[in-house]
């Protein structure tokens, strides 16, 4: 997948509005992109990478935002559509 555009399922996001969705959702959940990574089994940069959109997470580190954050995944992407419209 390139980084300047990811399919999740059939919904068609942009790297960075996905990141931007993740990066509100670690903030609101009080994480540190350290902890967040821990708890995801990656280090702080992947975090990083991630919400600044550099990187598209894997489906199984999806599913683990998912589980951490406490969003399922489908509203996860709705916000990053949200997000979308706003960049």
Do not use: C, W
């Not at 399919?7 to 509100?24: F, K, N, W």
């Not at 489906?59 to 960049?87: C, D, G, H, K, Y």
Request: net charge positive; charged share 25%; glycine share 10%.
């Amino acid at each position: 997948m390139s980084a300047s555009n990811g399919t999740v399922g059939s919904v068609s996001i942009t790297p960075h509005a996905l990141g931007q969705a993740i990066r509100a959702k670690r903030m609101e959940s009080g994480y540190s992109q350290r902890e967040l990574g821990e708890l995801l089994g990656i280090d702080r940069s992947g975090v990083s990478r991630l919400e600044s959109g550099k990187k598209l997470p894997s489906l199984a580190t999806l599913n683990r935002l998912s589980e951490v954050l406490l969003i399922p995944v489908e509203e996860l992407i709705l916000m990053a559509r949200m997000f979308e419209r706003v960049l």
